[in-house]
């Protein structure tokens, strides 16, 4: 699987966009990039995945670049419960779905 | 939604023991589960990837004899730590694939102290 690249952490304020970036260069062709954050002590949620084209749905939005070596995950109004830390992981999608590696993440930290 | 079912939630055992962890899927049918391992302040480790009626893929570095996986289910896969030890303390998390728009869904972890 394809690495990615996110810094380590990122403060917003309450009500404005959080925008995350990641930057996946070696990406294939058949890779899709998926967005979860986890908050302290529980599992993964799921926020949105993508193969090329911009996704958006209620939680959130995604956008991928033409070139698909780089996708930013949109919170359109951030709130205290956004606080969590958020991975951008690249797998294998459709038909032959391929394990979900972990990197880092961003810690996202939301401030009133 | 997809829905992963993981239990118990926490358990405390002692030293030389087993443990045995549950991750079932609730409403959709998992042929693939994966099980992952974090410790504070780190990243989810992939430890196996589970396959229904077959034998799991260990990552390399992780003892198949002491994490025994079972998927004998489409709905239900389990991982044993055997032997348990301090070291094993941890917080072990399950996922499926639901071949849906949801991806993969995660349970909701279990938090192991060996004491």
């Known amino acids: 699987d394809a690495k990615t690249t996110q810094p380590p952490s990122m403060d917003c304020a309450e009500g404005r966009a959080a925008n995350l970036p990641c930057n996946h260069s070696?990406?294939?062709?058949?890779?899709?990039v998926y967005w979860y954050r986890q908050i302290h002590s529980q599992g993964p949620q799921y926020i949105i995945h993508g193969l090329k084209n911009n996704e958006t749905n209620e939680m959130a939005s995604l956008i991928i670049t033409e070139d698909r070596k780089s996708s930013t995950l949109i919170l359109p109004h951030a709130t205290l419960r956004d606080t969590a830390v958020y991975y951008c992981i690249v797998s294998a999608g459709g038909t032959s779905y391929g394990k979900l590696t972990f990197g880092q993440g961003t810690i996202l930290t939301v401030h009133p | 939604g997809a829905v992963v079912s993981q239990h118990p939630s926490w358990v405390i055992c002692k030293s030389g023991t087993s443990v045995k962890i549950e991750c079932r899927s609730l409403?959709?049918?998992?042929?693939?589960m994966f099980w992952y391992r974090q410790f504070p302040k780190q990243s989810l480790m992939l430890m196996a990837t589970s396959n229904e009626g077959s034998k799991a893929t260990y990552e390399q570095g992780v003892e198949k004899d002491k994490f025994l996986i079972n998927h004998a289910s489409l709905t239900l896969s389990t991982l044993t730590v055997t032997s348990a030890h301090p070291e094993d303390s941890s917080f072990y998390i399950c996922s499926a694939s639901n071949r849906g728009d949801y991806g993969y869904t995660f349970g909701s972890g279990t938090r192991l102290t060996v004491v």
């Open positions: 409403d959709f049918q998992a042929t693939t």
């Open positions: 070696t990406i294939s062709g058949n890779e899709y």
